[in-house]
């Protein structure tokens, strides 16, 4: 794993958002196309900002999937993720070969069907994510299952994700935040070619620190990330401020 430490959130998102475009460039160049993952929230803001403002794409190449999507939350409530891509990205680039969006309105097994039957077509060559204030990957809260070899999995939510998420004003409360998502599995995020980790804010620190400090272990889900040939984790100095040693780009 690459450990960035960036001035601040802003200049994070810009590394990045440059890392993520040299990789979707370097995929269709190679074989044609490109297969991506996005993540949502806070922590990905400025990564796609960025993402959206590189030269030199073709998306009608690319296709796209995303890590996960609250069961039963209506497109239209601000703290959907399928609202949050379409005004964050969709809307602001070129039209896509494929837009792969969870639907969290449905019936879920049939969802988890469609998208795994989907996302089994290719490899993926990037995937953006972040980690939880949890140590969580995508949803995968702790204890996660590192061992299920399904592309997308119905995740219970834990009182300090659902927190979370009231913390970053997404909802008014804890009670009105899903207690289950749907979310792309630790083990299916690992599969990626490469992995871009965006994670700004003093919030983070205590997750970041254990998530690279500590022993690869479930409890930590953001742990596995060690494992990953091909990771670049950015941080800012809030989210660093707890780590014995990084590396400054």
């Not at 254990?210 to 984790?233: G, K, T």
Request: charged fraction near 25%; include cysteine.
């Amino acid at each position: 794993m690459n450990v960035y430490v960036l001035p601040d959130q802003k200049q994070l998102g810009i590394e990045a958002g440059k890392k993520t475009a040299e990789l979707i460039r370097k995929a269709i160049k190679e074989k044609g196309n490109a297969i991506i993952i996005l993540a949502t929230g806070s922590s990905q803001f400025e990564t796609l900002k960025q993402l959206i403002d590189e030269p030199g794409i073709a998306w009608d190449k690319v296709t796209m999937f995303h890590l996960d999507e609250y069961i039963g939350l209506p497109v239209s409530h601000k703290a959907s993720f399928r609202k949050y891509l379409k005004e964050r990205f969709l809307d602001k680039v070129p039209p896509l070969q494929s837009v792969n969006l969870i639907n969290g309105e449905t019936n879920p097994g049939e969802e988890l069907r469609r998208l795994n039957d989907l996302i089994s077509s290719g490899p993926v060559d990037v995937a953006l994510v972040g980690i939880g204030e949890n140590g969580h990957l995508a949803f995968n809260d702790p204890p996660a299952d590192f061992e299920t070899s399904q592309p997308y999995i119905i995740a219970s939510l834990d009182q300090a994700c659902r927190q979370q998420q009231v913390n970053e004003q997404w909802f008014g409360s804890v009670e009105e935040v899903p207690a289950q998502a749907i979310s792309m599995s630790v083990r299916q995020i690992m599969q990626s070619e490469y992995i871009i980790c965006s994670v700004p804010g003093a919030r983070k620190a205590r997750a970041v620190k254990d998530c690279l400090e500590q022993p690869v272990s479930n409890l930590h889900p953001a742990s596995i990330l060690q494992d990953h040939p091909n990771c670049c984790l950015f941080l800012d100095k809030d989210s660093a401020s707890l780590l014995k040693t990084a590396e400054h780009a």
